[in-house]
């Protein structure tokens, strides 16, 4: 019975919150009850039009380019990543604490600045997402961050987790470039 009563009082605040939420934008109608969302568009004339998501290729070409990829958690391991105008490939040999040696590979698709992908670790199937930062090159902060990096979470099918980071190296060859 204890353990139910703190599980309610962690879930419940969080429902309030949420609800809370909605009911600031004008968008939704929100019961006064929490436990009773409604979270259907009011039928007025007034309703803005459907958020349409961010496009694909979204990835400024300051980010664009190869990184040296560090993975760490259940298993470590170094490797490489490319880094397109919408999607993203990371590769890197990894081993486990057992020194069992393994593979690591994602395939990101890349939209305003962020990622989701999907991939393999270990032999097992992984789930990740993440952030692509691009340099500072202004303002106060420009000399914080000086060169792009990725950095990001992965979900293998067993549960384990990790993350991994990337190092920008050098910029992506200009497509339109010829050799004379």
């Given at each position: 019975?204890?353990?139910?009563?703190?599980?309610?009082?962690?879930?419940?605040?969080?429902?309030?919150?949420?609800a809370?939420?909605?009911?600031?934008?004008?968008?939704?109608?929100?019961?006064h009850?929490a436990?009773?969302?409604?979270?259907?568009?009011?039928?007025?004339?007034?309703?803005?039009?459907?958020?349409?998501?961010?496009?694909?290729?979204?990835?400024?070409?300051?980010?664009?380019?190869?990184y040296?990829?560090?993975?760490?958690g259940?298993c470590?391991?170094?490797?490489?990543?490319?880094?397109?105008?919408?999607?993203?490939?990371?590769d890197?040999?990894?081993?486990?604490?057992g020194?069992?040696?393994?593979?690591f590979?994602?395939?990101?698709?890349?939209?305003?600045?962020?990622?989701?992908?999907?991939?393999?670790?270990?032999?097992?199937?992984?789930?990740?997402?993440g952030?692509?930062?691009?340099?500072d090159?202004?303002?106060?902060?420009?000399?914080?961050?000086?060169?792009?990096?990725?950095?990001?979470?992965?979900?293998?099918?067993?549960?384990?987790?990790?993350?991994?980071?990337?190092?920008?190296?050098a910029?992506?060859?200009?497509?339109?470039?010829?050799?004379?």
């Amino acid at each position: 019975m204890g353990e139910s009563l703190r599980i309610f009082r962690v879930i419940r605040p969080v429902a309030i919150a949420a609800a809370l939420m909605l009911a600031s934008c004008d968008q939704f109608q929100v019961s006064h009850d929490a436990d009773d969302v409604d979270a259907t568009p009011p039928a007025t004339q007034n309703t803005p039009p459907p958020v349409t998501p961010p496009a694909l290729g979204a990835a400024p070409a300051s980010v664009q380019g190869s990184y040296r990829v560090e993975v760490g958690g259940f298993c470590m391991g170094q490797g490489t990543g490319s880094v397109g105008s919408g999607s993203a490939t990371l590769d890197a040999a990894v081993a486990d604490d057992g020194g069992t040696a393994g593979s690591f590979h994602a395939d990101l698709i890349i939209a305003n600045g962020h990622f989701i992908g999907s991939g393999t670790v270990m032999g097992l199937s992984l789930a990740c997402n993440g952030r692509l930062d691009p340099p500072d090159t202004s303002g106060p902060r420009a000399s914080v961050l000086l060169k792009p990096r990725l950095v990001g979470t992965f979900t293998a099918s067993d549960g384990r987790h990790g993350r991994f980071t990337g190092e920008y190296t050098a910029s992506a060859p200009d497509p339109d470039h010829t050799s004379e």
